[in-house]
């Protein structure tokens, strides 16, 4: 989560869009016999109990269900992570002890040139980082973007940033990186990106997404539509990745710009979590189906979704909100909803803070770093059973902290 985003969201408090497409749940059942037939006996089990689940969601609120594939080849720790990753506010990238909150390393940009600075952090595992380094046109005040590129390196057991090494693919030129997602086997990278040239804060910007593959370099766009006058477009706020890489998910909202004479555009809808796949086919945003549609499953009201993080298997969406639900008037909460079947809340986090930075989750989505604030200041740390314990440094230094 940047800070970028966190200004985008605050231009659009306008609940605009446009009604969720309904899947026609004859294709959802194709689609579950095809992975049936692919899967062993147990697993086949599992997928048709999800899938008769969430044939009777999406005829309850006109939207698909993912289908992800039972397991993983690639383990996933569901233990608190060791380590988290700091970017300061300055140009100071550091991996610091959960448990002591001590620096353990500095994790410095390899690139030699100048008017350098670290970006986005994400993790694939606990142990494997992704960092973006940009380059910028000068050194003080706002500059466009030269290129971005991404950076894989690994924490040893001792907290020790090693290997440091370009991701194949990741070098972007012309281009701003605004948010990064990674699948645990760290097999596939994607990122939100904007035109280098653009200010960050510019909420007529499409932006595409990129989903990389960091073996063979191959790259898939998933592109935005452009901002024509009275067109309806889903622009990325927040992505995330399935286990298996398949599923790109996406929170958005639709939008829609007048022309400079004409009338206001007249649309409906809010916020709602969008999946595309296949995510290494690319393909246009807004093509993508609806997977939740937020805004009238919680009655939303504004765009009080401020991060949306989508389970390894596709089951279950953390969303941290900022704002009213359920009679809390000025809170920031941390929830959880099933993707498929009766929408039940689960609270994970729940406060009276108003301000929100940053939000993180680690590989397996069950610990979650968060950055928010009330009259005190800022504060910043981890969610243990429904409390935040704090987390060095300073707060007022901090950018986003991942793990």
């Known amino acids: 989560m940047s800070e970028m985003v966190t200004q985008l969201r605050a231009l659009m408090s306008l ?3 446009e009604p969720p497409r309904r899947i026609d749940a004859a294709a959802i059942r194709r689609r579950a016999v095809r992975r049936r037939r692919a899967a062993s006996a147990v697993a086949a089990a599992a997928v048709v109990l999800a899938g008769s689940i969430g044939v009777a969601f999406a005829a309850a609120h006109g939207v698909r ?5 039972v397991s993983t080849t690639h383990p996933i720790s569901v233990a608190v992570p060791r380590y988290y990753v700091v970017r300061a506010t300055g140009a100071e990238t550091t991996v610091r002890a959960v448990a002591t909150g001590a620096v353990r390393d500095k994790v410095r940009c390899p690139w030699r040139a100048p008017n350098v600075a670290p970006g986005v952090v994400a993790s694939g595992d606990q142990q494997t980082f992704f960092l973006v380094c940009q380059r910028f046109a000068r050194r003080v005040g706002w500059a466009p973007v030269l290129e971005s590129r991404i950076y894989m390196f690994r924490i040893t057991a001792s907290g020790k940033a090693s290997g440091l090494v370009l991701v194949r693919g990741g070098s972007l030129i012309g281009l701003r990186v605004r948010a990064m997602a990674v699948t645990p086997d760290s097999s596939e990278v994607a990122v939100i990106v904007l035109p280098g040239r653009y200010q960050a804060f510019q909420i007529k910007i ?8 960091t073996s063979t370099g191959a790259r898939a ?26 599923e790109l998910a996406f929170l958005t909202m639709p939008q829609c710009f007048p022309s400079t004479t004409g009338p206001n555009c007249t649309v409906h809808g809010g916020q709602q979590l969008r999946v595309a796949s296949p995510a290494a086919h690319g393909g246009q945003l807004n093509n993508a189906p609806v997977l939740v549609p937020l805004y009238s499953i919680l009655r939303l009201s ?16 953390t969303l941290v909100i900022q704002g009213p639900l359920s009679a809390m008037p ?16 689960r609270y994970i986090y729940r406060s009276g803070d108003t301000g929100f930075t940053f ?16 009259n005190n200041g800022p504060v910043d740390g981890w969610i243990d059973h429904g409390r935040l314990i704090r987390l060095p440094p300073d707060p007022i230094t901090v950018d986003s902290m991942a793990w």
């Open 206 to 213: 499409p932006a595409d997404v990129y989903v990389i593959n």
């Open 330 to 345: 000025d809170s920031l909460s941390i929830i959880q909803i099933p993707t498929t079947g009766n929408v039940r809340l």
């Open 221 to 246: 766009v998933w592109h935005a539509a452009q901002p024509l006058p009275y067109k309806v477009v889903y622009y990325p706020q927040d992505i995330s990745l399935t286990a298996d890489g398949r």
């Open 15 to 17: 609940a605009v869009g």
């Open 65 to 69: 269900t993912v289908h992800p594939r």
């Open 302 to 317: 504004g765009t009080p979704v401020r991060d949306a993080v989508l389970s390894r298997d596709g089951t279950t969406l």
């Open 359 to 374: 939000f993180s989750a680690d590989p397996s989505v069950r610990h979650f770093l968060l950055g928010a604030s009330d």
